[in-house]
């Protein structure tokens, strides 16, 4: 059959919804229909154009945001402008969740590389959930906390790797 | 010199026709403005009122609406319940306290009102006689004449008034809850809306600082608001507790004026400390009165107990700018002006200093420059 005609009729309807997008999401896998109903009404949908700039180092961060399509590149500048590439990242990934909790300044800037639709989940609006539906707020922050604890986990076990290096390094060099 | 000849009489034509155009344009776009302005004030001008109340009665309501909320229950639901307990609650004090006699006291102060003035301008001038007998270089200050004077239209606004503004409570009777129940159901949608317009760059600047401005005039009012609720209970229990008339009426009068910071507890106490001094003299009665109105109500109660829980966390206005809103209020919606002039002014003072923190910890231009503020 034609893949054009087969797609249409294959998929719900749900499939295409802003829920299921977040559904889709490592940190809300384990939400349910409802609470994804209502995430979608606490996030916020934004629109990029190419080469747009999201937030800048140094800027105080309100929030979070995952790409729903288009493509994010994380870069840092140094004292002289020049960019450093932190990362290239696609739909499906996010960025920026540091500062969901607290407002810390932005350790990187993010700019769309092409036309980019971001779900941005910002911190005013969590804590005003919190304050109104603590139980499915505990929830998307409990699957918040899995992710940057996995990242943290990761990021620590590569600074272990790391120092074990730098110790065998110095060894090699004392040795010789 | 070449310059002035350049111009063939042709362009000097088309300059004027321009010029003549322009000038012609712009004056009638500025007359069909001022004529769309001035639709819209007509249109607008009996909407202020309603739309403000319900706004501070959505912001009175959204706590207990909230509470419902969760329970589990849908937020259009547990708006109707909250309507049903606030009506509940109102009828059951009139069943059980009684409807004070609102329309007989009015009546019985009407009849009332000149002798309280005469009685107070008897008494005024008595202090006035004393004091020039003390200090014979006061020149003599027609203090009587002024104060009947001004007594007496101030008597006639009101009589003139008092239809008008029954009318006004029966709209406002009907519009009010209406507003105040799509506000409490949609301000956020309404809100969120308005928010995502705004571009990119500045989006996420503007929902922190919607938030805290949200958060801090939520508690503005609710505090202000119960704050007047409270002062008019205490009022009303210590003048109970006197054989004053017009307890009800007194109460309600200091509790409205106790929205005005500095200058309306003053002013709200004088209605009762004359009405005091004609009806029951200069006696302990007169003393307990004062004492009511100015150490229990203000000093223990207001500065005390409720300023420090209610309204400590939002900044508070500088006299100055609160005189300024009492006198640009009261020359926009006279009495009413008075009242609501400095609440407004200082919504607008929580909108500018919580600007101001946000500018101060997000700096646009931050990011060119180091962290040791040398340029990049």
């Given at each position: 059959m034609n893949p054009f005609w087969s797609n249409i009729f294959k998929n719900s309807g749900y499939e295409q919804t802003l829920a299921y997008f977040l559904g889709t999401m490592p940190m809300f896998k384990k939400l349910d229909k409802r609470e994804l109903a209502f995430l979608e009404n606490i996030v916020h949908v934004r629109n990029y154009e190419a080469d747009e700039t999201v937030f800048s180092e140094g800027d105080i961060g309100s929030g979070m945001y995952f790409i729903r399509s288009g493509q994010i590149q994380i870069f840092n500048m140094n004292e002289h402008g020049h960019e450093t590439e932190q990362a290239i990242l696609e739909s499906g990934d996010f960025f920026g969740e540091i500062a969901l909790t607290a407002s810390r300044p932005r350790c990187a800037s993010a700019r769309a590389t092409e036309p980019t639709i971001l779900v941005g989940l910002f911190r005013s609006d969590m804590f005003e959930a919190v304050r109104r539906h603590p139980a499915p707020s505990a929830k998307i922050m409990l699957g918040l906390n899995r992710v940057i604890s996995d990242r943290l986990l990761q990021c620590s076990i590569q600074l272990e790797e790391l120092k074990k290096q730098l110790i065998h390094n110095r060894k090699q060099q004392t040795d010789a | 010199m070449h310059n002035q000849n350049n111009m063939s009489r042709a362009q000097v034509a088309v300059l004027y026709l321009v010029l003549t155009t322009s000038i012609a344009s712009g004056i009638a776009i500025y007359s069909s403005a001022s004529i769309i302005t001035g639709l819209l004030k007509t249109a607008t001008v009996d909407l202020f009122l309603p739309m403000l109340i319900s706004l501070i009665v959505s912001f009175l309501l959204d706590p207990t609406v909230q509470f419902f909320e969760g329970k589990k229950i849908n937020r259009t639901l547990s708006i109707f319940i909250v309507y049903f307990l606030v009506f509940a609650l109102v009828f059951l004090l009139l069943l059980i306290i009684?409807?004070?006699n609102w329309k007989g006291m009015m009546q019985a102060l009407q009849a009332d009102f000149p002798r309280y003035v005469s009685g107070a301008i008897v008494y005024l001038s008595g202090l006035l006689a004393t004091a020039q007998q003390h200090f014979?270089?006061?020149?003599?200050?027609d203090i009587v004449e002024r104060l009947s004077s001004v007594s007496q239209s101030f008597f006639g606004l009101i009589l003139k008034e008092t239809p008008r503004s029954a009318m006004r409570i029966g709209s406002l009777l009907l519009l009010v809850p209406l507003f105040s129940f799509f506000f409490l159901r949609d301000s956020r949608r309404i809100m969120r809306s308005l928010i995502s317009l705004s571009p990119n760059r500045y989006f996420e600047m503007v929902l922190d600082i919607y938030a805290n401005v949200s958060w801090q005039l939520a508690h503005f009012i609710r505090g202000r608001i119960l704050e007047a609720l409270i002062i008019g209970m205490v009022v009303w229990m210590g003048l109970s507790l006197?054989?004053?008339?017009y307890a009800p009426i007194l109460a309600v009068v200091a509790g409205a004026s106790n929205?005005?910071?500095?200058i309306g507890p003053i002013i709200g106490m004088i209605p009762g400390l004359v009405i005091a001094l004609v009806?029951?003299?200069?006696?302990g009665q007169f003393w307990w009165i004062l004492c009511v109105y100015?150490?229990?109500?203000?000093?223990?109660?207001?500065?005390?107990?409720?300023i420090p829980i209610l309204i400590s966390k939002v900044s508070n206005l500088h006299p100055l700018w609160v005189i300024l809103a009492i006198v640009m209020g009261g020359k926009l919606y006279g009495v009413l002006g008075m009242i609501i002039g400095v609440p407004i002014a200082s919504i607008i003072n929580i909108i500018i200093i919580s600007i101001h923190q946000y500018r101060r910890s997000f700096n646009p231009y931050q990011r060119y420059f180091t962290s040791r503020g040398k340029l990049l």
């Open positions: - | 009684g409807p004070p014979p270089f006061i020149t003599h200050y006197t054989d004053i008339r929205l005005i910071p500095y009806d029951l003299g200069m006696g100015f150490l229990i109500a203000q000093v223990i109660i207001d500065n005390f107990i409720l």
